[in-house]
């Protein structure tokens, strides 16, 4: 409660024409966004969690696997080319998991570089949506 009260603290303040009803409105309707985002935000932290678990499950098998594909060549040695094909194929297909799981990996992590609104900038945006709105009322006859 006291992030939204910083966030709207530039529109508390009374308008020119001494009207504070545009304030109330902006502020329900910044608290609704921001329990929306919320919401969204522990989906998504949910969703990548859920992810990164299924990872690690299939990646455990996948080493197991690769491993025992590794030994088996190293054990036949050079009798080993009658099966190469096959090996290379499970070699292939091995690798394509890999890349899925990575492309999900990649997904699921939080990203860095995503801008973030401060308190500062959400207030400034609304102060200057506010004003511009009543820029556009007091302009109408």
């Given at each position: ?30 608290r609704e966004a921001r329990h929306r985002q919320l919401v969204q935000n522990e989906k998504l932290a949910a969703v990548g969690e859920l992810i990164a678990g299924v ?87």
């Amino acid at each position: 409660m006291q992030a939204i009260s910083r966030w709207t603290a530039a529109i508390r303040q009374p308008r020119s024409n001494g009207s504070n009803a545009p304030s109330a409105a902006a502020l329900v309707q910044l608290r609704e966004a921001r329990h929306r985002q919320l919401v969204q935000n522990e989906k998504l932290a949910a969703v990548g969690e859920l992810i990164a678990g299924v990872a690690h499950e299939i990646n455990n098998p996948l080493a197991v696997m690769l491993g025992y594909v590794n030994l088996v060549t190293h054990e036949l040695g050079p009798t080993a080319w009658s099966v190469r094909m096959e090996v290379d194929l499970i070699l292939q297909q091995i690798a394509r998991v890999q890349r899925i799981i990575d492309s999900l990996l990649y997904i699921a992590r939080p990203k860095r570089d995503v801008a973030v609104l401060t308190p500062e900038d959400l207030s400034t945006l609304v102060q200057e949506s506010l004003d511009s709105s009543s820029t556009r009322h007091s302009a109408t006859p």
